[in-house]
Each structure stands twice: as structure tokens, then as C-alpha cells.
């Protein structure tokens, strides 16, 4: 299984930025994405990647706010996050479906520890 490590997270108030990162224990062409959870709401997946070619993917939430981009020479993939709103608060899951090209629903298989992200008004 892949290892996923996540860093960044932190404070902001509503419109600040933020950038958080996952270094993978090892790197291929797979699906990688930044899933988020808040205090009873239902986990949503924000962002993905297809790491072969760096084709990106966001939920409609986060769309023009977010981007996710990559460093294969690191393992790493970074979540740059601005104008944050209050409704981005969650915790910040790194995760990979090592069978998926990210143009179909992926099916996380791996999961990092996280890192909280918390935005106020």
C-alpha cells in the first residue's frame, strides 16, 4: 500500500490562503486527489489528479479556488487553497487509487493521517 503523509494545514480567516501537501512513499501513474470531512457532514472529494499527465479535477465547490498540482521528482502533491470560506473548514485527507486514470469515479484505497484546515469568518 501507498503511504501518504499530509502537511500545511493550519488557521485562516475567510479569504486567506493556504497550500497543503501529501509526499507518497511511492509514485506512478495513478489517480491522487484531496478528499475533506467536516464535523458531521459527509466526506467530499475536492480535487484529483491524474499523475502520468497532471490532469486535474475539483468539485464544483472548490472550482477556480483550488488547485492541485504535483512535484514527481518530490512524490508530493500540493493543494493550493484561496479565497477560503468558512465551509472549507474540515480535515484534509491525501488519498490514491493506484487502479484509476481519475476520469471515472475513483475508489480511494489509500489514506493519509490528514491535516486539519480551519476557516473563520
Known amino acids: 500500500r501507498v503511504q501518504l503523509a499530509e502537511s500545511g494545514g493550519g488557521s485562516v480567516q475567510a479569504g486567506g490562503s493556504l497550500k497543503i501537501s501529501c509526499v507518497a512513499s511511492?509514485?506512478?501513474?495513478?489517480?491522487m486527489g484531496w478528499v475533506r470531512q467536516a464535523p458531521g457532514q459527509e466526506r467530499e472529494g475536492v480535487a484529483a489528479?491524474?499523475?502520468?499527465?497532471?490532469?486535474?479535477y475539483y468539485a464544483a465547490s472548490v472550482k477556480n479556488r483550488f488547485t492541485i498540482s504535483q512535484d514527481k521528482a518530490k512524490n508530493t502533491v500540493y493543494l493550493q487553497m484561496n479565497n477560503l470560506k468558512p465551509d472549507d473548514t474540515g480535515m484534509y485527507f491525501c488519498?490514491?487509487?493506484?487502479?484509476?486514470?481519475?476520469?471515472?469515479?475513483?475508489?480511494?484505497?489509500?489514506w493519509g493521517q490528514g491535516t486539519q484546515v480551519t476557516v473563520s469568518p
Open positions: 488519498v490514491t487509487d493506484p487502479k484509476s486514470t481519475c476520469h471515472d469515479q475513483p475508489d480511494w484505497d489509500d
Open positions: 511511492e509514485y506512478s501513474d495513478y489517480c
Open positions: 489528479i491524474y499523475t502520468r499527465i497532471g490532469r486535474a
